[in-house]
């Protein structure tokens, strides 16, 4: 009877996990607009909890330093959009200039390379690199961004309301569950999570515009073309583990090679980022962040896998908080702590055979 059972049970669940990924795939543009709010007003609250411990404003109720949080992230958000919108049109008008060089770039290393004289050659340059045109690769940028207007006004109202029915939410709770073992048990694990993941991104955003700050620096002393739209592109995709500082390298280093021509203020280019990722992320963020999120690097690479193939690129930048989300819902029940415990990069009291 036992293996029947256990099958049945294995068989059941796998189901659940294909029907509630088929069901986040298709429900992507309600649900996702939510989730990204739930995370905003993480980010925001620890906000507004910090200016609660200055002198001045301080003093300030709690809902007005919310408002004020807020009002100053919907600020920023906007900002962010205008400075994305102005550097893709700017850089439609430097296409022409880019593609020059890109061209330049390619009969100089098919000189180096003595490939040129070959009668071949002018058909592989025009199969390959003729047909890479900057312009169409802008237009299609150009297009996905204004595709995430909708969603960026939808996670402004949504963490509104979150913040203004958040005081409220306990007594919601307590009245929901009549059961105070439940209620006691669903509030730990709420407060659990606002703990971590709060401070988690916290932490997280004070280290992506400490690097997106050296980013700027180092971009603007290069002479490189939009400094300020590269440098808050580096400090976003920071949020993604792994993945996001190399492709927040590799996009303005890309860059450098269409507008200069060059290959050697390139390599400058790239070992300086490389310096400043690295810095930040192997001696500064492992000290702010510690153990806030206790996630195992495997789980974490997972995660970016399955949250990055549902949801692409705002899957991966909310991979890590969901994911720890998910650990401590698991970790607060018996039937599915041993889940927990394996998704966890630190645990206490592992068991460990004798030499």
Same mark, same amino acid.
């Given at each position: =009877? ?20 088929y ?24 906000? !507004? ?5 200055? @002198? ?17 992230f919907?600020?920023? #958000? ?11 049109s ?11 060089? +890109? ?20 058909a592989?340059?025009?199969a ?13 940028? &150009? ?30 709770? &307590?009245?929901? /569950? ?28 004070? +280290?992506?515009?400490?690097?997106? !700050? +050296?980013? &700027?620096?180092?971009?603007?002393? =290069?002479?490189?073309? &939009? @400094? #300020?739209f ?20 590799? /996009?303005?280093? /890309? ?10 203020r390139?390599i400058? #280019? ?11 992320g ?18 974490? #690479? ?12 705002a ?12 650990? +401590? ?12 415990? /394996? ?13």
């Amino acid at each position: =009877m036992t293996g029947p059972n256990t099958l049945s049970t294995l068989v059941n669940a796998m189901l659940m996990v294909v029907l509630a990924g088929y069901l986040l795939k298709v429900g992507q543009p309600v649900l996702l607009p939510i989730l990204a709010a739930v995370i905003v007003v993480y980010v925001l609250v620890n906000l !507004s909890e910090a200016l609660g411990r200055l @002198p001045v404003i301080g003093r300030l109720p709690a809902a007005l330093r919310r408002f004020l949080v807020l009002l100053a992230f919907t600020a920023a #958000l906007f900002a962010l959009t205008g400075v994305v919108v102005g550097t893709i049109s700017e850089i439609l008008a430097q296409a022409p200039r880019y593609q020059a060089n +890109i061209e330049r770039l390619v009969a100089q290393m098919a000189e180096f390379i003595g490939v040129d004289d070959r009668p071949d050659w002018p058909a592989i340059r025009d199969a390959t690199f003729g047909r890479f045109s900057v312009q169409g690769v802008i237009n299609t940028a &150009f297009l996905n961004v204004t595709g995430i207007g909708s969603a960026v006004f939808l996670i402004i109202i949504y963490s509104a309301f979150l913040m203004a029915e958040r005081a409220g939410f306990a007594n919601k709770l &307590f009245t929901a /569950l009549p059961d105070p073992r439940d209620a006691e048990r669903t509030a730990a694990i709420i407060r659990d999570v606002n703990e971590r993941i709060g401070d988690y991104l916290a932490v997280k955003t004070l +280290i992506n515009v400490l690097l997106g !700050s +050296i980013s &700027f620096v180092i971009l603007w002393a =290069m002479d490189v073309d &939009f @400094p #300020l739209f590269w440098a808050l592109l580096i400090g976003l995709l920071n949020y993604i583990p792994y993945v996001g500082s190399l492709v927040g390298v590799a /996009l303005p280093v /890309l860059l450098s090679v269409v507008q200069f021509g060059e290959l050697s203020r390139t390599i400058i #280019l790239a070992v300086l980022l490389t310096i400043a990722q690295v810095s930040v992320g192997n001696v500064i963020e492992p000290r702010l962040i510690g153990r806030r999120v206790n996630l195992s690097p495997f789980v974490v #690479l997972v995660a970016l896998a399955v949250w990055s193939s549902v949801w692409g690129v705002a899957g991966a930048l909310l991979a890590v908080p969901l994911t720890s989300m998910l650990a +401590i819902v698991l970790s607060a029940f018996d039937a599915t702590r041993p889940i927990a415990i /394996l998704m966890a990069d630190r645990v206490m009291g592992a068991y460990r055979p004798d030499p």
